[in-house]
């Protein structure tokens, strides 16, 4: 399963970064066409270079896989600054986000 989906899902986040795959393996001290193997499936990163891909993303290797978060690195970024909020506002950030959710 995960060789099937880690190509996909490494794709869909580099693309949602708006960098390419050249760009992105460059950045993490690959050669031009690192990422892009990956991505069609020809290699698998070491797990070295794994945290090397998360850490480019800017997010953990379980956001990797959690597939039903679609932007993880936005995620992360709303919860730290959800934390920094007082009571009051974090009761009306929830019940804005409860009501959000209510009328998909």
């Known amino acids: 399963m995960y060789e099937e989906d880690f ?26 066409g690192y990422i892009n193997n990956i991505e069609t499936g020809k290699a698998l990163p070491s797990m070295s270079s794994f945290f090397f891909i998360c850490e480019y993303l800017n997010i ?5 896989f959690d ?16 934390k920094k909020l007082n009571k009051r ?4 950030i929830s019940s804005i986000v409860e009501e959000l959710v209510k009328n998909k």
Do not use: C, H, W
Request: hydrophobic share 30%; net charge negative; aromatic share 8%.
């Open 7 to 32: 190509p996909i899902r490494l794709s869909k986040l580099r693309t949602q970064k708006g960098v390419s795959a050249r760009d992105m393996s460059l950045s993490i001290g690959q050669n031009p």
């Open 60 to 64: 953990t290797p379980f956001d990797f």
């Open 67 to 82: 597939m039903d978060s679609e932007y993880p690195d936005k995620m992360n970024t709303l919860i730290e600054n959800l």
């Open 89 to 92: 506002q974090f009761d009306n």
